[in-house]
């Protein structure tokens, strides 16, 4: 579970939206194919699933895989397909992966991110027959490297302060 000094407040549909956005603007930036930069629209992804499977699921990981597609000039279908996939295996997990904390949760995401990047691996290879490079697993290891960072500064909107205020109602 979380920290549980701390009461979440309940999420803001536009708090998610933005950070949807954000992580789409990071990985528009124009970085080039280096397999140390984090995809961090999975990763944000993966976290709303995680968190509230409720309002972030995979009809919208799709569309931002189509967005992800049309950026990266790929065949049209790739990175949804495995944003679909990973957003269908997060949620599967959600309930799971909530009882463990941060560092934990790290190992139970990665998985995900393998999963995802193979999908695409597979896609380029059956159209392309092109192979991946030996360091492209990076990508997934140092996006699942950010999860506790991406976990606080995503919940950080939603915590409660430490020190209750009494002249505050809640």
């Known amino acids: 579970m979380q920290n549980p000094q701390y009461i979440l407040r309940p999420v803001s549909p536009p708090f998610i939206a933005f950070s949807l956005v954000t992580a789409l603007v990071l990985n528009f930036l124009p970085w080039g194919h280096r397999y140390w930069i984090p995809d961090f629209v999975a990763l944000t992804l993966v976290f709303w699933n995680i968190h509230q499977p409720r309002k972030v699921g995979i009809g919208l990981a799709f569309a931002m895989g189509l967005l992800m597609d049309v950026d990266d ?48 691996f597979v896609v380029r290879f059956l159209v392309e027959g092109t192979f991946p490079e030996w360091s492209s697993p990076i990508e997934s290891l140092v996006t699942a490297a950010l999860w506790p960072l991406a976990t606080w500064l995503l919940l950080a909107p939603q915590r409660r302060p430490l020190d209750r205020d009494e002249n505050r109602p809640i």
Request: net charge positive; glycine share 6%.
């Open 73 to 120: 000039a790929t065949l049209l279908g790739q990175h949804a397909l495995a944003y679909t996939l990973l957003s269908y295996g997060a949620i599967m997990m959600h309930r799971r992966i909530l009882w463990f904390g941060t560092l934990a949760q790290t190992v139970h995401v990665l998985p995900l991110f393998l999963v995802a990047q193979a999908a695409t």
